[in-house]
């Protein structure tokens, strides 16, 4: 250790002791007074040292050494939080001159040299750079890895890069962490997803210390278990919504088919017979028939693949046996299915109330009264049509709450605070309830209408009656399924009940269903 | 340990590394894909042999061996499900030959073989059943016992059943854990409310390895404490949504004594005076006097408990009696009543937004304007109407939405981040302020006519002067409660003072009063 | 240890295990049923003694004895609390005999006596009178002490309680815990806020066993690392929402502003040149001309920070360096501006919808209709205006979907669960979708209006005119920002590039950028 080193770190000391008095923002330690300017952090620490106290010093001195394996973005970044929250940081390089650009009040040397001065060492160079680890396998044996690495793209690697730096530098204790965090967040300390810090190892104490670090730096340790999920690790922060595709391209294509329908129907039909331009329909009318009929559909499809899996399971006559690959993908997704048909719920919900604002309606409903008016036509009031149109309306309005009331219990801290049976009585029975209303709401709007062949266009018929096939398949089937007689088998089937198996116990008696 | 189970147990071994490498969905170990089957998952083995690492071996070695006690459908979940994850698993069963349902890979042996096999059993029998354990003392002796059980009813035996497990045998470790993961969650692994396992047991080295097991399975572990806490987790999951029985059934009176209030006046009333036929108003008019007087008049039932704890801390002059039962009840379903308001609150939006859509008033609009058009009545623009019209829409607008603030800090994940004193100043004082802007709305609609006896119809006044009774009362007492005198003497005793201790000291001075 | 305590004490155990058979409430032991009164506490015990078990009384045994110093509010509370959670308390005292306020079954020594009784001491005595403290050094050391304390304002001393504590008594153990816990809330049990208790301290042993203790009482220790974080943690409870105020106050401001604006266009000058009486327009019309002009430039004031970042970045050439505080503050408090945004837009939406219910409007239309109708004048339909004015009502509903999208991903527990990745492109990518089509909402809206200079009065435009600044400098510095020749260089400046460092690797090759 250079005499330089022993001043810069004593400085460094006394200014985490400042830091720790004057914290500002949320965090542990405030990064973001004293950006790497060592002159500043002097001037601060001399203005404050009058109310220094003999135990600050002492509560510094318990930070240890850690060791930063690079001096590329991710390790100066962390280098200097580091420093920040009254940690000795010592570099490793392949170049230990080239300082320049590092947090003043580190030390750098070369890899073999930094890393003993500490028990941990955090490697923040690329997975395809670990090689030169080798050579070091002595001076490591024993030491904590933390592997911070990220790859390119999801599984580019046979093994996860934590478990490969293990098999490199057998004698180490890796830890993964930190890799879910950018450099950048721990500059700027600002946004929110940045906090969580998975940490997975198999060395529970090395763990732990890690997880203290983690902690010190403001941010919030999730154990992972063992180092077997670092691949799992590794590979979240590649993701991007990876269980939203399959929902989003199949609202897309769903939206885009009826936009067509509605638009061949309502725009290009009147034009070809009557030569109406009603091309400014495309901004709201059709919207508002292309939303809710996908906002149905695809709360169709989120209760049909359970209802599928129902009669597979009584046709199997066993519940041990695994849904076929789609059906297990489809009933993964059936949360974000779920979610987007609420979204265009929602969207519905807008068009619709406000329709009485739009010029064509203003106008029209002007026109109409004024033709009235002139032609002294009468126009009794029909109790029915009232009834027809006020019940879709309130089958509607409640169907959109329950659908709300769904979306809510899907949020996380909401799930997280109900029991498995709380939640299937809301996802499941208020979610058919929804499904029911919903449906109704539909079939009330078409009225009579559906009768009458007038509707057909070109032998198309008006949209919503395609809205209505799946809604009503899934609703007769699960009425099916729910008969006294067949929900009986399929109770004890799920209660592990096979009806193959000769040795299966009646085992219906007494048993909590959860 | 026998040569067939030795063979059984490698090819576990190897396909858990594979399971290791290939994991899709957000879980540790990927439970979907090697359901069962002994000869899919040697197939899938020797496909991804070729790039097969000597350090894999080496991390699923580490996996210890889990006995399970029970063959039953939580058992052979949860093997299987472990078995995936890398575990080997030994099942002790009544009747070891049997083993045609069980998950290939594991060894069924006696319980008493099976126990000695294992540090960690999981006893998954229900509680009926435990008393053979008492045969198997010496051999659990030291052992961690899980007990995952879960009984029919809340509090169905004086004792809980991992209390009673731990005292049949006495020198084990018991862990409560697992009873909130269905057997269909284990096997699906899909739906939301499943992740969170609560553990709780006297020995934390065992509570720590059971924690590890839970992890090492994909979920969540929460350590709730020692033994005494098994109780409440059994009976977790065998709550339906206790806290919102009784504003449920609140509501659900007061709405359906509201309706038939509101049809008397509004259908019947017509009906017979006048020979109308008022039906159609049922669907949505009547809803919509419904829903905003039961939001207004819950609403006031959520503060009118605050007030009355308070004169009745005032009256006794301490605060640390116990309130009456009712009213301690009262004050811990206070957010549930508030949520149900907001509900109301909300549709009575949807409904008044729906107005002007509905059939009903667009024929009444068109009419009145033929009317007029026809009779060339002037109809002048009343300004005072103008106000007083924006005025009530306006502070409704402003209610519902400090209603709906009320209600996402109410969110579990949103509470959590703001402190005691933000959540106060939100609960409390924006709260009163949205029953002040509520009430005040209510008032203003009703205008003049309250002061018209026209408004009486069998001597029934109109429902909405009904909702003001509470809210009122509410508000005059809380204005009296905060007048400086009566606020001096509150702030006292909410600080720990009491009338009538001669020893109270005035302990007003600089206090935080959080 | 007294005989009469003895008694007490065994008491209390009895009783401990009825209150661990009878939860009722969601927490481990039921605080709600056996407040302070001795006697009631015999007969419950009693009552359901005839199914004690001999297991109950060991299961008890086990809870250790906590010393309390002070008797004051929260001790008094505290001890309650635990004496019903199976704890025996001793409380320590300046005047052991005052002990008539007490919870029964506690016993009342003086401060050293007391604390030879246990290891654990909470001190709920204020920092002012920790003096006392070092008279007993000796019998405190190595104790676990625990500092509950608060103070009155925000960094009032130097060195935080905790730290002051461990310094004042050196050999003991320091843990900071249950500060952010009121008396009251430990009394009612009953509010949300209240759960969480930050522990801290650099004994991970005596860290353990508190988090233990507020475990059992059924509170969530979180733990927060080193003593260093117990000046934030006894600063947390007594912020307001700080980083809300810069935007609550700019919003203010910016409401009072434009509402004065709009009056004086839309009352004072139609009254100064016309007499009309318009103070009505006050209620809704100028509110719902402001909320949208709010929402729409805090929204831009959400992304101009980052604009200007970036361009602070590409002059100088490097991240490595601090932003100007004020850029700084403001970046940090982007989420409550946007949220506040979001709050605008919301109370827009709505102001939106109930036009067609208002007095004013139905007046107006009504009059146009008879008007129209009687002096007989055309009103042919114009498509151009259909098109303008359905255009810009759906770029508006679209764009709020976004926004509230944008506030839907920003609740805690959701945005916890989407990696960086993904808040990114939410945050930032939809966000900026979400001012794309906001902006576009407002020039569609003005439409040709923007030309036609009658829309000045009293040279001053229409207050949307004024809205349209912000937004559309952020876009077109955006956009200049994201031109490929830029944005390269401020990508590689974003992964560690600096222009004036020679030897800046071209560091761009094969990286993760999250
Ligand atoms: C707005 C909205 C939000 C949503 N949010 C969520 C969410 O957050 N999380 C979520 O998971 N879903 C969510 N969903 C989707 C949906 O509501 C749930 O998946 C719902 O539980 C499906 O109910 P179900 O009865 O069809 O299916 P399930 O209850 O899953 O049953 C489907 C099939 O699985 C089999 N099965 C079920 N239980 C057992 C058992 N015990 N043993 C053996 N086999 C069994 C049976 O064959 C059954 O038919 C949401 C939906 C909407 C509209
Ligand atoms: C939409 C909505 C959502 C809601 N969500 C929630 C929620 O999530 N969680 C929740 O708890 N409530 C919730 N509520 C209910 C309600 O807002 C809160 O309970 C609110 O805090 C009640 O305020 P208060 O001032 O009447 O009662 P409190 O502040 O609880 O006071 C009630 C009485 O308790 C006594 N008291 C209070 N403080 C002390 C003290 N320090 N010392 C001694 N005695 C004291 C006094 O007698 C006081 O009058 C919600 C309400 C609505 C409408
Ligand atoms: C309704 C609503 C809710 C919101 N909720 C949240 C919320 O919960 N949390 C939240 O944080 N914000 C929230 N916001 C604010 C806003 O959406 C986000 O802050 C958003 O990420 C800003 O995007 P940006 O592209 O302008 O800024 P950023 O992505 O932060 O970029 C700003 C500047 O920082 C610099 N920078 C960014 N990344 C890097 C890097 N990797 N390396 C170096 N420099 C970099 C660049 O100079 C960049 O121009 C919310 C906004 C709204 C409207
Ligand atoms: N940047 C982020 O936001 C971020 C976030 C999370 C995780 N990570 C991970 O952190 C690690 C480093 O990322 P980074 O962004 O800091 O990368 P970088 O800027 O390219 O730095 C890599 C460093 O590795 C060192 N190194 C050692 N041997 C090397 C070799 N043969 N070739 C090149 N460099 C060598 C170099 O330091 P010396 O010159 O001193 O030897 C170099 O500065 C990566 O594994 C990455 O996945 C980064
Ligand atoms: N099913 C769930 O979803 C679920 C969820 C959480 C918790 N649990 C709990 O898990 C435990 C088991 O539930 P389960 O659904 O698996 O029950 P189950 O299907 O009825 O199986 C019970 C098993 O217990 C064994 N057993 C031992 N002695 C017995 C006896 N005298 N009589 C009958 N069986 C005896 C049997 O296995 P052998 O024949 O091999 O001896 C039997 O298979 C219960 O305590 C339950 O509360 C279940
Ligand atoms: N009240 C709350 O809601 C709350 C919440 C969180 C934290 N706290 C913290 O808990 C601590 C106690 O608060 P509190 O509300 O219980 O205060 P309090 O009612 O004023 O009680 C303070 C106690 O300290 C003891 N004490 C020892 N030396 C003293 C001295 N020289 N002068 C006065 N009292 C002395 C007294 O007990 P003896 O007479 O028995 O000696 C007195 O009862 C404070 O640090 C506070 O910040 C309170």
Not at 76 to 83: A, C, I, W
Not at 388 to 402: T, V
Request: one cysteine or more; glycine letters at 6%; charged letters at 15%.
């Amino acid at each position: 250790m250079s005499l330089g080193y022993i001043k810069t770190n004593a400085l460094n000391h006394k200014t985490v002791h400042i830091v720790g008095k004057l914290p500002l923002a949320p965090m542990h330690c405030d990064e973001r007074k004293y950006l790497i300017d060592g002159l500043q952090l002097i001037t601060i620490m001399e203005k404050t040292s009058s109310d220094s106290l003999p135990l600050t010093v002492n509560s510094s001195e318990k930070h240890e050494t850690v060791c930063i394996f690079g001096t590329g973005d991710f390790g100066r970044s962390l280098g200097l939080k580091m420093l920040q929250c009254g940690y000795s940081i010592v570099f490793g390089s392949r170049n230990p001159h080239m300082s320049s650009l590092l947090p003043s009040g580190a030390e750098v040397l070369s890899y073999s040299e930094a890393a003993q001065k500490s028990d941990v060492i955090i490697i923040t160079v690329h997975r395809e750079h670990y090689d030169f680890l080798t050579e070091l396998i002595e001076v490591l044996n024993g030491k904590i890895l933390v592997d911070v690495s990220n790859n390119l793209k999801i599984n580019q690697y046979p093994e996860s890069n934590a478990e490969y730096l293990a098999q490199l530098v057998p004698g180490a204790r890796v830890v993964k962490a930190f890799n879910t965090i950018s450099a950048w967040a721990l500059q700027s300390g600002a946004l929110d997803a940045s906090r969580q810090v998975f940490v997975c190892g198999n060395d529970s104490k090395a763990k732990q210390r890690v997880m203290d670090i983690v902690r010190t730096l403001g941010l919030t340790p999730l154990d992972q278990g063992s180092l077997m999920a670092a691949k799992e690790i590794e590979n979240y922060p590649l993701q991007l919504f990876p269980l939203w595709k399959f929902p989003f391209y199949l609202s897309a294509v769903l939206c885009a088919f009826l936009f067509f329908y509605c638009v061949i129907r309502e725009v290009i039909y009147p034009y070809v017979h009557e030569k109406k331009d009603s091309t400014f329909r495309m901004a709201i009318s059709i919207p508002n028939r292309v939303f809710p009929i996908a906002a149905l559909t695809l709360l169709a499809l989120v209760y049909l693949p359970g209802v599928i899996a129902a009669i597979l399971q009584l046709y199997r006559g066993t519940k041990y046996r695994r849904f076929p690959d789609w059906l297990d993908h489809w009933m993964l997704c059936r949360k974000q299915l779920g979610l987007i048909a609420l979204g265009f719920a929602f969207l519905h919900v807008i068009y619709t109330l406000v329709i009485p604002i739009r010029y064509y309606v203003r106008w029209m409903s002007r026109n109409m009264t004024i033709t009235q008016a002139t032609t002294k036509k009468e126009n009794p009031f029909s109790t029915s049509t009232a009834w027809l149109n006020d019940s879709y309306i309130s089958l509607g309005i409640l169907g959109f709450f329950l659908f709300v009331l769904l979306g809510i219990t899907s949020l996380p801290s909401v799930s997280n605070t109900v029991n498995w049976r709380e939640f299937r009585f809301v996802q499941s029975k208020l979610g058919y309830l929804t499904l029911i209303l919903c449906t109704a709401h539909t079939l009330v709007y078409g009225g009579k209408r559906f009768l009458s062949p007038s509707i057909l266009r070109w032998y198309l018929p008006s949209a919503y009656v395609i809205a209505l096939i799946i809604p009503c398949t899934v609703l007769v089937s699960k009425f099916i399924l729910i008969l006294p007689c067949i929900d009986r088998t399929l109770t004890r089937i799920r209660q592990g009940w096979e009806r193959n198996s000769k040795s299966s116990k009646s085992a219906l008696n007494g048993k909590t269903d959860i």
